[in-house]
């Protein structure tokens, strides 16, 4: 697992939970990033420095921060609500699975996530 010294070293946030994700990014490589609870994904990826638009800067309002989460993830997502699938509604290359990284808030039992950079989400 990738350390942040950030994350680490900051004693405010030294009782929070720490988590993580497992990203793949447009080459196929996985990163295992840490993540604390309550941040977004979109924050996590783009706070570990992987290429992500995120556009809007988690306000809904882009669809630029588009991930395809891994089937086995899915149920234990919050279902998208209206908004996030307006925005999903014109973004390219989804699939079953596309959902908003910055609507995914993490909470221990999403520990593990697995999510892949999709179309739209490039920088
Ligand atoms: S960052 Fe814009 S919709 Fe997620």
């Known amino acids: 697992m990738d350390l942040n010294p950030a994350l680490l ?3 405010a946030e030294a009782d929070e939970v720490t988590l ?3 990203v793949v990014d447009f080459d196929g490589v996985e990163h295992q990033l840490q993540a ?3 941040w977004r994904v979109m924050e996590v990826i783009r706070d570990w420095g992987l290429p992500i638009k995120a556009e ?3 306000a ?3 669809g630029t921060c588009h991930v395809h989460v891994d089937e086995a993830w899915l149920d234990r997502l919050i279902p ?3 908004e996030e699938e307006d925005q999903l509604d014109t973004a390219s ?3 079953f699975n596309s959902r908003l990284s910055c609507q995914i808030l993490m909470r221990p039992d999403l520990d593990g996530l697995r999510v892949s950079l999709a179309p739209g989400s490039e920088p």
């Open 9 to 11: 070293s900051d004693d």
């Open 56 to 58: 809007c800067g988690g």
């Open 36 to 38: 604390l609870e309550g």
């Open 20 to 22: 993580s994700i497992t």
């Open 80 to 82: 998208a609500s209206a």
């Open 93 to 95: 290359g989804v699939a």
């Open 60 to 62: 809904c309002a882009c």
